[in-house]
C-alpha cells in the first residue's frame, strides 16, 4: 500500500497486471464457496429484513463496472419505504430500522453483492462501484477492472478518504494487483469488521 498519496496518481491508462487474467476465476471460485458457507446468515438476514423493513429484502442501485458497463449492484435493504400506508411521506430519520442500523454499522448490507460477483459483473477486490454522476473526472483506469466489494481505499480510511484519495488508491491498485495484494487487502477488511474506519 502506498504510503505517499501523491505518488499513486500516474498520467494515463497504463497496461494491466497479468493477475487480472486469472483474477475472475479466483473470485468465482472463492464467492462460490462463500455464499455456500453463508447461505445461514444470507436467510437470517433475510428473514429479520422481512420482518422489520419488509418486502423486498435486496434492493439495487445502478452502478457502472467493467468498461464502463452499468449493472445493478444488490444490497440488503436498510430503510423503510419513504411513505406510509396512506400515502404521506415518512421523515427521513423515521425510515432508517434499527435492523438497518447495525447491517451498515456490520457492512452486513453488503452482502448480497457476492451475486454480483458470481456472475460477473464485480470483484471480491477492487475499486469500489460509483455511480454514473460521481465518477472522476479521468475514471478510464478504474474502469479498466471490475469493481470490487472491497477495495485498497476501503482499508486505508474508507469514508474518511476524500473522492480524490479514494480514486489515487484505486488507481494505484489498479496497476499493481496481486494475489498477494488481495489477500491482504481482505483481511484488512475483516479487521476493518471490527475495528472500524481509521
Not at 69 to 92: C, E, N
Not at 172 to 180: D, E, G, I, M
Request: proline share 7%; glycine share 8%.
Amino acid at each position: 500500500v502506498p504510503e505517499h498519496l501523491d505518488s499513486v496518481a500516474a498520467s494515463g491508462p497504463s497496461k494491466l497486471p497479468r493477475y487480472f487474467v486469472f483474477k475472475r476465476y479466483i473470485d468465482f471460485t472463492l464467492c462460490l464457496l462463500l455464499i455456500i458457507l453463508l447461505l445461514p446468515l444470507f436467510i437470517l438476514i433475510g428473514a429479520v429484513v422481512l420482518l422489520d423493513v419488509g418486502s423486498p429484502v435486496f434492493f439495487w442501485q445502478r452502478r457502472l463496472g467493467m468498461n464502463g458497463q452499468s449493472f445493478q449492484m444488490h444490497k440488503f435493504r436498510t430503510l423503510k419505504p419513504a411513505y406510509d400506508w396512506r400515502g404521506i411521506p415518512v421523515a427521513a430519520t423515521n425510515r432508517v430500522s434499527w435492523v438497518g442500523d447495525i447491517l451498515r454499522k456490520l457492512r452486513f448490507d453488503e452482502l448480497p453483492q457476492l451475486l454480483n460477483v458470481l456472475v460477473g459483473d464485480m470483484s471480491l477486490v477492487g475499486p469500489r462501484p460509483l455511480l454514473p454522476h460521481d465518477q472522476p473526472d479521468d475514471p478510464t483506469l478504474r474502469l479498466m477492472v471490475r469493481p470490487g466489494i472491497t477495495g485498497c481505499a476501503q482499508v486505508n480510511g474508507g469514508k474518511l478518504l476524500t473522492a480524490e484519495e479514494k480514486n489515487k488508491y484505486d488507481e494505484w491498485y489498479v496497476r499493481n494487483a496481486s494475489l498477494w495484494l488481495d489477500i491482504g487487502i481482505l483481511a484488512r477488511t475483516v479487521l476493518f469488521l471490527f475495528k472500524g474506519e481509521r
